[in-house]
């Protein structure tokens, strides 16, 4: 089974601007998708690089007909089946119409999926889009070749039996990662499904309790400091000097010591402070019941 494809655009240059361009083969994959990469070997033998519809595939194609400014057409001579040509025609001094025929036959089972679903007419048309896109921003062709190849032949449109040779010729094809990737999942879904329905057919059925892991997110505990008092201030209370100089200067500022630091709890020594001094209890002792008679009297 073969599919033929038939699409025209109109450009807004001259028709050798046009023309000009499209003999440049290798800049191809600038405007045509899929295609990988596109060497000229000589005047009337391109090979291609393509990758369309997840289907890598490689080809050699001869040119059967040149005439500048008129027409290119081609034969595949191995790997993909293709064939066609493309026509230039001047509508005006500044418009060119492009006609595009291609026959081609999809082989396997992913080719013939995407034939069905009109993947290589889109991509033709897509390709004629650019081509447009492509030509219009630049306003000159990147190159030239004004040679003609068997003109005045009339081969017209070569179709597939032009091609005849490339039949039977994988042409290095496969698929691509991404369509092997595809396909594993829809085979797996396949499995995963039939092995759900010959488990609900069963007459006898086994329970498995699984358990989904649960991703638990860590909580953020935010750690805050309250200010402590370590010291109260008892500027209206009148002490009497202990005679330890370190002491005395701590009251004479107001600022009472701690309870159950050092300095109250008879040690020796006090944190923060340069010069140690052995706690006087008595001191301390008077000083407490001097503040409680204070507070008796406070109005």
Do not use: C
Request: proline content about 5%; cysteine-free.
């Amino acid at each position: 089974m073969t599919t033929k494809v038939e699409k025209s655009i109109l450009v807004n240059v001259p028709v050798g601007t046009a023309y000009n361009q499209w003999t440049q083969f290798e800049d191809f994959p600038q405007f045509m998708g899929g295609v990988k990469t596109v060497t000229q070997i000589d005047d009337k033998t391109v090979h291609w690089v393509a990758e369309i519809a997840g289907v890598k595939r490689e080809w050699d194609a001869t040119i059967l007909e040149q005439v500048p400014d008129q027409k290119v057409a081609w034969a595949a001579t191995s790997g993909a089946t293709n064939a066609g040509a493309i026509y230039f025609e001047p509508v005006s001094v500044d418009q060119t119409s492009l006609r595009l025929e291609l026959e081609y036959e999809p082989e396997g089972l992913v080719e013939k999926v995407g034939d069905k679903l009109n993947i290589v007419e889109k991509q033709a048309e897509g390709d004629l889009e650019r081509f447009k896109a492509f030509i219009e921003a630049e306003g000159y062709a990147s190159g030239a070749w004004r040679g003609a190849v068997n003109e005045g032949a009339a081969v017209g449109t070569p179709g597939v039996e032009s091609a005849a040779a490339s039949r039977g010729d994988s042409g290095k094809a496969g698929l691509s990662a991404k369509t092997v990737l595809g396909a594993a999942a829809v085979a797996a879904a396949g499995v995963a499904a039939a092995a759900s329905a010959k488990g609900s057919s069963s007459s006898e059925t086994e329970s498995v309790d699984v358990t989904p892991e649960v991703a638990v997110e860590p909580v953020a505990v935010e750690t805050v400091d309250y200010p402590v008092e370590t010291a109260t201030t008892y500027s209206d209370v009148d002490v009497t000097a202990t005679g330890d100089s370190t002491l005395d200067a701590s009251f004479a500022t107001g600022a009472a010591p701690v309870a159950g630091t050092p300095a109250l709890s008879g040690t020796t020594g006090t944190p923060g402070v340069a010069d140690p001094y052995v706690a006087d209890d008595e001191a301390v002792t008077d000083f407490d019941e001097s503040h409680r008679n204070n507070d008796r009297m406070a109005p």
